[in-house]
Structures are given as C-alpha cells and as structure tokens.
C-alpha cells in the first residue's frame, strides 16, 4: 500500500492512517479505503492506483489513481444525501453497491466526511460493515476541520 508519509503529522492524523492502514491490511476482502470531506476532497486513501495488473488487463480497484475511489464515493454519498431527503428519510447511514466484479461501501462519518470501501464479490458485507462502523466511531471525533486541512495538506503533497 502506497500512502503519504506520516513524518512530521500530529498524533490524530498518523492514528487515521494507522486505523485506515488496518483496515486495508486486516479486513478479508477489502481492496481499497477513501476518507472524502464534506466538500468531497479526499483526506485519506490506501492509494489503490497501485493495484493494476497489466499481464491480465484486470485491477483490483477503480481505474487510474486513488482519486477515482474518492470520486466514486463522494458521487454515491451526494445522491444518496439527495434522494433521503427528498423521501424525508433522514440521515444516510451507509450505502451499498453489489456489483458482478466487486461491492462499494460508503458510510457517513459525523462531520459530513464519508469512509468508502471497495471490495471483492464474495467479501462478507456484515465483516466489513462492522470494521467500517469501528473506525467511524474511532475516527468520526477526531475529524475536527484543524485535522481535516492538516490531512488534505498531506495528500496534496504526496501528489
């Protein structure tokens, strides 16, 4: 996994890449994770750009960069936020995509930010809902906006 490097971070951001490293690395079936603010920047990603496999054509995460997870997720979140409201069915919790080739989860974090997950087909979606609940919970009161500029300052820099 390819991330930005943590040297020089405050304790909050290195413990956000450290939970969102284990969740990349522990959790059976997980390809790839995105942290995306409010405003859908990304804040956080296990850089999935990285997983291409050229001799079969085939990739184990979106196509091109990290930015394109981010992308997806910050698509998802937008109009499922739209379409609960428009059936006043209050907050989104988290979101769903089964599709032939892979699974995409999105979860909302306190703040507005999202956790996106891309995943294999035959993942366990219960195992990675509840380790994507764990690290909203561990990261949902630490996102406050200081960490947030902190957090997209060190992805800029990295690419």
Same mark, same amino acid.
């Given at each position: 996994?390819?991330?930005?490097?943590?040297?020089?971070?405050?304790?909050?951001?290195?413990?956000?890449?450290?939970?969102?490293?284990?969740?990349?690395?522990?959790?059976?079936?997980?390809?790839?994770?995105?942290?995306?603010?409010?405003?859908?920047?990304?804040?956080?990603? *296990?850089?999935?750009?990285?997983?291409?496999?050229?001799?079969?054509?085939?990739?184990?995460?979106?196509?091109?960069?990290?930015?394109?997870?981010?992308?997806?997720? $910050?698509?998802?979140?937008?109009?499922?936020?739209?379409?609960?409201?428009?059936?006043?069915?209050?907050?989104?919790?988290?979101?769903?995509?089964?599709?032939?080739?892979?699974?995409?989860?999105?979860?909302?974090?306190?703040?507005? $930010?999202?956790?996106?997950?891309?995943?294999?087909?035959?993942?366990?979606? $219960?195992?990675?809902?509840?380790?994507?609940?764990?690290?909203?919970?561990?990261?949902?009161?630490?996102?406050?906006?200081?960490?947030?500029?902190?957090?997209?300052? $060190?992805?800029? *820099?990295?690419?």
């Amino acid at each position: 996994m390819t991330a930005p490097s943590t040297f020089g971070l405050s304790t909050e951001a290195r413990n956000l890449h450290w939970l969102l490293s284990n969740l990349v690395e522990e959790v059976p079936g997980v390809h790839s994770v995105t942290v995306v603010s409010s405003d859908g920047l990304m804040l956080l990603s *296990s850089d999935p750009g990285h997983l291409n496999t050229p001799a079969t054509g085939r990739h184990d995460g979106p196509r091109g960069s990290s930015a394109d997870l981010a992308t997806i997720v $910050s698509g998802i979140g937008s109009l499922t936020q739209g379409a609960a409201k428009l059936m006043d069915g209050g907050g989104v919790k988290q979101t769903m995509v089964a599709m032939d080739e892979g699974s995409v989860f999105v979860m909302s974090i306190s703040d507005g $930010s999202l956790l996106g997950v891309h995943a294999t087909p035959d993942c366990d979606m $219960s195992v990675i809902a509840y380790h994507m609940a764990l690290f909203v919970g561990r990261a949902g009161h630490v996102l406050t906006p200081e960490l947030r500029s902190e957090l997209r300052k $060190s992805m800029e *820099s990295t690419q």
